[in-house]
């Protein structure tokens, strides 16, 4: 058995991230075969044209390691109605210079938690749009605009056991949805 590698983007530099933490329960939920990185994105330059020609050591990673996984999980915050500026600068990074961009033809998974009742639905509206235009592959259902309040996780940071059903029906479809589009390899087939 081949594994999966997915890299993970979390949209939030916070140290006690709700979405890390949501990231973080969500591996627990995936089968064996598949494995989950996080991608550093903390120390990425702004994003400037000026840079494409050369670019930073730290964008050279990031874009490295999004290159060599075979699925994408976003899992984000939402700051005034939209996508926070760190996750907007990696995406940039990642997808230029024009021509060179690491993100198309992967599948992806995005979702999010907030403290506020609508959850990241605004903020992963616009990431989609986004994804659509880099030619990713967004799964669309189910959708998951978490609501993280009292008891969404337990004390040992898994989720809780009233929202445990809803978290796992979504890791089964996002993993299915990656298993439709990543290709075996040439042993896989034989």
């Known amino acids: 058995m081949n594994t999966i590698c997915i890299a ?3 949209g939030s530099l916070r140290r006690d991230s709700l979405n890390r933490k949501l990231a973080e329960a969500l ?3 995936a089968p064996s075969d598949f494995s989950f990185s996080s991608v550093k994105i903390d120390d990425l330059p702004l994003y400037n044209q000026d840079d494409d020609d050369h670019q930073a050591a730290a964008v050279l990673r990031v874009k490295s390691q999004i290159q060599s996984a075979q699925g994408l999980l976003f899992v984000t915050p939402e700051y005034n109605r939209s996508i926070p500026g760190v996750l907007k600068n990696v995406i940039d990074h990642a997808s230029r ?3 060179q961009s690491v993100w198309g033809g992967k599948p992806a998974g995005v979702l999010g938690a907030s403290v506020g009742t609508i959850g990241t639905a605004l903020a992963q509206q616009h990431l989609r749009n ?3 235009y880099l030619d990713v592959s967004t799964m669309g259902q189910p959708e998951a ?8 996780f337990d004390a040992e940071g898994h989720i809780g056991a009233a929202s445990l059903a809803f978290a796992q029906k979504w890791m089964d479809h996002y993993v299915t949805w990656v298993r439709m589009h990543v290709t075996p390899s040439p042993t896989e087939v034989s």
Do not use: S
């Not at 605009?145 to 969404?152: L, S, T, V, Y």
């Open 8 to 10: 993970v983007i979390v």
């Open 27 to 29: 591996f627990k939920l």
């Open 97 to 99: 210079p024009y021509g």
């Open 130 to 132: 986004i994804l659509a």
């Open 145 to 152: 605009f978490i609501h993280a309040k009292e008891g969404f």
